[in-house]
């Protein structure tokens, strides 16, 4: 008995030593210690030996149990830690290698010129404002000095979704709605941003829909002289101070006098393209001292007040700002013509 006990203590020890993984170590456990183990089965014999024999066969049957147990525990720790150190080197992570470059997408320019446009007016001491798109007649043109029926509503065609309901052909609503609120007490000096509709066909420089942006300032005093110089200095900030621009005289019923500003053509220098249609010239705003009429209809006293106002297509001032030959290239949304306008690259 004495000899079998010693002999499973060297099996089993051998057995452990050369265990590969904790499940094999497991399996070790439960054969040599489980109930049904060959210790077990040994100790049953203990009942034919001698009273003498018995306790020190019961010592002898406890030391080989303690130290297979015990090889056990040493080998299971081992394999454990191996298993930890197995994991590590397979998660190493190499912090020097370069990052992996994350796509981000970037303002579209006509975004970025909108933001620019408003930067500059805000630090002139403007103020956002803004309309809806879905616009009453009434605002769209009654209240800009254009009652029905006037020919020079045949200069902006537009989209109707009622009689008296339409898609507002320009921003100019804004300033009738903006002075309204303000009950006849200036001073107004704002600038709308905002889409605006026409029956107009899409050429290099036509679209039936595009921004536009109004500015209008209304107080005591205000003169023409006012007008010119800001209109002066947006150009100049915009565009550089060697750009050229020129007021023309023109004609728009809610303002008087009119003007029209022209900007010289970036993308010809001037000599005649496509784009400026041969002249050398791109018109970029229309403007005026806002009509008597307009700004008593909107409850002005038109004998203390006196205002300006101009709209302008951001369109166009990003395509002689960035050199773009097509205004449908805004729309398109080419991905290719989008991408030379990231800062990110
Ligand atoms: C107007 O719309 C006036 N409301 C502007 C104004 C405001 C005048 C305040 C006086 C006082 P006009 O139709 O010219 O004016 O348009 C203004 C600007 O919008 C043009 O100078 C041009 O830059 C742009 N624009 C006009 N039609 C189109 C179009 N079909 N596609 C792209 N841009 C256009």
Request: hydrophobic share 35%.
């Amino acid at each position: 008995m004495q000899e079998r006990l010693k002999e499973l203590q060297t099996e089993a020890l051998e057995k452990i030593s050369t265990a590969a993984d904790l499940k094999e170590l497991n399996d070790i456990r439960v054969s040599y210690l489980g109930k049904k183990g060959p210790i077990t089965e040994v100790l049953k014999g203990m009942g034919k030996l001698s009273a003498e024999e018995r306790p020190k066969m019961g010592a002898l049957a406890n030391e080989v149990r303690d130290s297979i147990a015990a090889g056990i525990e040493e080998k299971q720790k081992r394999l454990e830690e191996a298993a930890v150190q197995e994991k590590l080197a397979a998660e190493k992570i190499d912090v020097t290698l370069p990052g992996r470059p994350v796509k981000t997408g970037n303002h579209h320019p006509l975004t970025r010129i909108i933001e620019e446009i408003e930067d500059l007016f805000i630090g002139m001491g403007y103020t956002v404002a803004e309309g809806p798109e879905v616009e009453k007649d009434y605002y769209n043109f009654e209240a800009l000095n254009l009652p029905k029926g006037h020919p020079a509503r045949d200069m902006q065609d537009s989209f109707y979704i009622t009689e008296e309901i339409l898609l507002r052909t320009h921003t100019s609503p804004v300033q009738a709605r903006t002075m309204e609120k303000h009950e006849g007490k200036g001073p107004v000096k704002i600038i709308c941003p905002g889409k605006v509709y026409r029956r107009d066909n899409d050429d290099a420089t036509h679209s039936h829909q595009f921004m536009q942006i109004e500015g209008l300032v209304v107080d005591e005093n205000i003169r023409m002289t006012d007008l010119k110089g800001t209109l002066q200095v947006f150009a100049k900030k915009m565009f550089g101070e060697d750009r050229e621009i020129r007021l023309r005289p023109s004609f728009f019923p809610f303002t008087e006098p009119s003007v029209e500003m022209d900007i010289s053509c970036k993308i010809c220098g001037g000599k005649g393209c496509s784009v400026c249609k041969g002249t050398g010239w791109i018109e970029i705003l229309g403007a005026g001292m806002v009509h008597p009429n307009v700004l008593e209809m909107a409850g002005f006293d038109s004998k203390k007040y006196t205002g300006f106002a101009f709209g302008m297509g951001p369109e166009r001032i990003a395509m002689l700002k960035y050199g773009v030959d097509d205004i449908r290239h805004f729309y398109t949304n080419d991905v290719r013509f989008l991408k030379q306008f990231s800062i990110h690259e």
